[in-house]
């Protein structure tokens, strides 16, 4: 008997219509003759018996027996997106069906699916052309072209510490922020990988199936229906749940309330409508994991050297997200002034744009100065800090002076709890044998005796701090202000911790200080001038820091102390107008300008991601095209992305995957034109996180620009910004942005030139308007960056 080829058919149960097309379209096909000559079975999914039994069980099983799986996209539907991740783990051949007369249908799917997925689909108005484009496309001609590569059947390696990929939505909400602080204290805390959409927003297929077959566990957390975005991540998180389900990981599946659940993975699914809910069942279920300990694995050094041969398999050249390698990223990284400076200065404010590295710096110093016994190191890293409550506080009829006061007042609170409790989780962690000292074992009862104020979690400091100090503005005397915010920040406390922390730490090599995430509350419907306010006290309290730790008299002993605040520029711009005497600020601006450095990054990674050691340039010469479009290969990869780490690191990562996924034993021309692609819609995605969140209009203001020619006039500029629903008085601010994310290069005489910095910027412009006049060219003209040809279609 002949075998049959088994077809499933997933889409949406609503609207009725795309059933009745589909159902149409299924019997036109089981009537055709090549259908029925090769055997192959349609099966849509109503038709297939759930009565009585678990539905993700009998929907699983059945695409585990089918050799196709076809769904249709048309709708964003939890339950399609959720079995076309599981087809994807289950290693099946895709066809991908929508109907492109319903308006918006194909812009949402780019959105929400194609730049995971990167699968094209095939486009219908109607039952025949459903039936017409599948006896086109004969799937079942090439049942092993799907979309996970070969090395994904494999067990991959345990990494050496459990592991944990955590799908956060880009909402911070109570439930996601005590869920993170619960993994940051988990087993995983050392090898956590977060997928954070505010930081990355589009993270590729290779990347989300290298993370889940390398984890040990998966967590994914989706929205209630009334939240901002919650549509397209849950779309997301559905389908990552189902590649998870399908590679066969454990699972977690979590979701805010109100949220009706996709009927296949609501036994998967807990629903919480408390953060405390929601705690309880990340807890049980942790416990319930049973994550086996590791054997030390073999040393790398040791395998790279058994190695004789250079394959294109065997090269990894690690993340483009700093915090997706905090284990691995000093083995490679590359040292900049900018590290070398906050290495060794006392204060240091380390000021640049998304993807420059700033969080990298901060990685490899922690490493640096862990690598000496006599240092201590604090990060702090605040998770999901609100606010609205300080902004409310701030607007309180406070005096100047007290109001500068209350914020640099709660930073000193919140640094030295900060410092207090790492050093005494240094101190817990020692062997037991090594029994603390008498000033150690002090400061650790002192610390235990205010657990309650010091211990929590930098979230619920701050929001117990400003809680505290609400009405401190009905009292109308000055001196009755200031008592009032010594009373609630403790100040009688820390003055009693500064003299603890001297004994402790005043033998000390150096107590670094590493301030990284507070740019995580600047986002849609913040209060950017209070967040603008508290950012500032911060960078004015930092010399106060500094000096108070090293102060030595006769009750406390002075600590050699480093303190370095890692800030998004964009963000520094909103508090630089608010400074004065700037030119005594720390400032330190991290830049890309010199091609050699961030080539020198990519040869870095190579050198250390092949399987020996060989040159950057042999590995140039034999795994990779030795040109592309015209270009030597590395100037391509220059010319197309941002100058940026991260980014010349994801085009060369995309092109690497593409090549190994199609057995190709070296990356091609064709490899880096399609990983070119891929990069440009993910610059695209990227540099909308730094549009204002009082205006979010840059995502309309760049579609203004598809299909425009390279170059364009001011004139041209400000014309497709008012066609994007811009205000005439906006107009200047998004010719700003678009110039501060490298998106427009501005005329110089010698040329077009992309700003490095906001400064660089206001400058280069103010030129570029003198030109036209002196050169009798016309208005100023600007050049429109090349890694946003491919996403724009611009030639």
């Known amino acids: ?291 086996p300990r590791r054997r030390p694995r073999r040393p790398e050094e040791e395998t790279r050297r058994k190695a004789s041969t250079l394959e294109l398999r065997n090269l990894s050249i690690g993340e483009p997200v700093a915090e997706h390698e905090n284990l691995q990223l000093d083995e490679y990284f590359v040292e900049t002034a900018a590290y070398y400076h906050a290495l060794e200065a006392q204060a240091t404010i380390m000021i640049g744009r998304r993807g420059t590295g700033k969080t990298a710096n901060l990685i490899a110093l922690q490493v640096a100065f862990r ?116 009373e609630n920040l403790h100040t009688a406390l820390l003055g009693d911790l500064r003299r603890l922390l001297g004994e402790v730490l005043s033998d000390r090599n150096k107590v670094a200080i590493l301030i990284d995430n507070l740019d995580e509350p600047w986002g849609p419907g913040r209060e950017t001038s209070g967040l603008a306010d508290l950012l500032l006290g911060l960078l004015r309290v930092s010399r106060d820091v500094c000096a108070d730790l090293q102060h030595e008299d006769y009750w406390q002993k002075g600590i050699h102390v480093s303190l370095t605040i890692f800030l998004r520029s964009d963000i520094f711009a909103h508090v630089q107008p608010l400074t004065s005497e700037q030119d005594k600020w720390p400032l330190y601006r991290v830049t890309w300008n010199d091609k050699a450095a961030l080539l020198r990054v990519l040869d870095e990674r190579l050198k250390h991601g092949a399987p020996t050691r060989f040159d950057a340039e042999d590995i140039w010469e034999g795994l990779f095209a030795h040109e592309v479009a015209g270009w030597p290969t590395r100037d391509f990869i220059l010319v197309n992305t941002l100058a940026r780490p991260r980014d010349v690191i994801y085009l060369l990562r995309e092109a690497i995957a593409k090549a190994i996924n199609r057995g190709h034993p070296t990356v091609t021309a064709e490899d880096l034109l399609d990983a070119r692609e891929e990069y440009s819609r993910y610059v695209f995605s990227s540099i909308l996180k730094e549009d204002d969140p009082e205006r979010q209009k840059l995502e309309d203001v760049l579609y203004e620009f598809a299909g425009a020619p390279k170059r364009v006039t001011a004139r041209d500029v400000a014309s497709r910004i008012t066609k994007a ?63 946003f040809y491919q996403a724009l279609q611009i030639e």
């Open 1 to 291: 008997m002949a075998k049959h080829i088994d077809v499933f058919y997933a889409y949406p149960s609503r609207p009725e219509s795309m059933g009745e097309t589909i159902n149409n379209a299924v019997a036109e096909l089981r009537g055709d003759r090549v259908v029925k000559d090769l055997h192959i079975r349609l099966r849509p999914w109503p038709d297939m018996p759930t009565s009585g039994k678990k539905i993700v069980t009998e929907i699983t099983k059945t695409i585990d027996r089918c050799a196709i799986f076809v769904c249709d996209l048309t709708y964003p539907n939890f339950n399609v997106t959720f079995e076309l991740g599981y087809a994807i783990g289950r290693f099946k051949r895709l066809w991908i069906s929508l109907n492109t007369s319903i308006e918006g249908a194909a812009k949402q799917y780019n959105r929400t699916l194609e730049g995971i997925v990167g699968a094209g689909y095939y486009a219908y108005e109607n039952h025949h052309g459903i039936s017409a484009g599948f006896l086109y496309d004969r799937p079942w001609g090439s049942l092993d072209e799907h979309l996970l590569s070969e090395s994904y059947r494999r067990s991959a390696p345990r990494p050496e510490l459990p592991t944990l990929l955590y799908v956060k939505p880009p909402v911070n909400t109570d439930a996601v922020i005590v869920t993170l602080e619960h993994l940051q204290t988990s087993e995983f805390r050392e090898s956590l990988i977060i997928d954070d959409p505010i930081e990355n927003s589009a993270q590729t297929l290779d990347w989300y199936a290298e993370k889940i077959s390398l984890a040990d566990a998966v967590i994914v957390h989706l929205l209630a229906a009334e939240h901002r975005d919650s549509q397209l991540h849950n779309v997301k998180a559905s389908f990552v749940a189902g590649l998870a389900h399908g590679l066969r990981k454990n699972l977690l599946m979590l979701a805010h309330t109100p949220l009706e659940p996709a009927t296949d993975y609501r036994s998967l699914l807990r629903s919480h409508s408390t953060a405390e809910e929601c705690n309880r069942y990340v807890t049980a279920w942790l416990r319930g994991l049973g994550i």
């Open 371 to 486: 690598g000496d016994r006599r240092n201590h190191v604090c990060t702090v890293k605040p998770v999901g800090y609100e606010v609205e409550g300080l902004v409310r506080l701030l607007r309180e009829d406070l005096h100047k002076a007290e109001r500068g006061y209350l914020i640099d007042s709660l930073w000193k609170f919140l640094i030295y709890s900060e410092l207090a409790a790492s050093v005494c989780h240094e101190l817990e962690a020692r062997p037991a044998h090594q029994v603390p000292s008498a000033s150690e074992d002090k400061l650790m009862k002192y610390v235990g005796a205010n657990a309650s104020i010091l211990l929590p979690p930098f979230s619920q400091r701050l929001d117990r701090a400003v809680r505290s100090l609400v009405g401190v503005g009905d009292l109308k005397a000055p001196e009755e202000q200031r008592s009032r915010i010594s």
């Open 725 to 787: 629903g811009v205000s005439d008085a906006d107009v200047d601010f998004y010719i700003n942005l678009l110039c501060d994310v490298n998106f427009l290069a501005i005329q110089t005489a010698s040329g077009f030139k992309l700003s490095s910095d906001e400064h660089e910027r206001e400058m280069l412009r103010s030129v570029a308007k003198k030109l036209p006049a002196e050169r009798h060219e016309g208005e100023e003209a600007y050049e429109i960056n090349a890694a």
